[in-house]
């Protein structure tokens, strides 16, 4: 199984960044694929995860209405737009498959698999 995440850099408050998340090894339909975010010195924190089959979303507040998450089945990918970005979005992001995890509640170590990270830097 891998997960490979891509899409990160440095762009200025205000911008945005598209993620994306391409899984293989794996039955993806299965899975909730979520984004999880480690800034220095803070724990990692699940700020979206999109549901298995239907494809529900969640976010967590401090994302909100900035970020959209969605899935494409068919080519095994998750992509997360981040538009808005704040300095306070910089930070360390990692994708990560679980199986009946539920959307914002399951902690990260109930996750079975886990993208290397890419990292996102919002500042001027």
């Known amino acids: 199984v891998q997960l490979q995440a891509s899409g990160g850099g440095l762009v200025q408050p205000g911008g945005s960044l598209r993620l994306s998340c391409a899984a293989s090894g794996l039955p993806f339909d299965d899975y909730a694929i979520a984004w999880f975010r480690q800034a220095p010195g803070k724990e990692r924190e699940q700020i979206s995860c999109?549901?298995?089959?239907?494809?529900?979303?969640y976010y967590a507040d401090s994302v909100k209405g900035r970020f959209t998450i969605s899935r494409d089945n068919a080519k095994n990918t998750v992509d997360l737009q981040m538009d808005s970005l704040k300095p306070a979005d910089t930070a360390v992001y990692f994708c990560a498959a679980g199986w009946a995890v539920i959307p914002g509640m399951s902690e990260a170590n109930e996750f079975s698999y886990w993208g290397q990270g890419t990292l996102v830097t919002v500042s001027s």
């Open positions: 999109i549901s298995n089959r239907k494809g529900n979303p």
